[in-house]
């Protein structure tokens, strides 16, 4: 099962951005399909967005145009390309790798926007 570290996260203003990093311990960029999701206090995680392992990138309304999703198969990362960032953004950020139906979670990384 693969292990996957994020980081990236901290307290931004709004309107500003912010790079998450999912690293994982093997080779997922061309092997998984890599996903972004948050969870904010008394909420259901909720789905981000997700690259396949063909580089397709799929959104949620809530956040596309304003969020990216790549990866970088030499580093074993997948990013999360934050902009325009709105206070209902904040959240703790989850990756997470799927192959096959085995699913692998990392411990998640938090990002609070707040003027």
């Known amino acids: 099962q693969v292990q996957l570290v994020e980081s990236g996260g901290g307290l931004v203003q709004p309107g500003g951005s912010l790079r998450l990093s999912c690293v994982a311990s093997?080779?997922?960029?061309?092997?998984?399909?890599i996903g972004w999701y948050r969870q904010s206090p008394g909420k259901e995680r909720e789905w981000v967005a997700l690259?396949?392992?063909?580089?397709?990138?799929y959104y949620a309304d809530s956040v596309k145009g304003r969020f990216t999703i790549s990866g970088e198969n030499a580093k074993n990362t997948v990013f999360l390309q934050m902009s325009s960032l709105k206070p209902d953004d904040s959240a703790v950020y989850y990756c997470?790798?799927?192959?096959?139906?085995?699913?692998?979670w990392g411990q998640g990384t938090q990002v609070t926007v707040s003027s």
């Open positions: 997470n790798a799927n192959i096959g139906g085995n699913s692998s």
């Open positions: 093997g080779n997922i960029v061309s092997r998984y399909t």
């Open positions: 690259i396949t392992n063909t580089g397709n990138t």
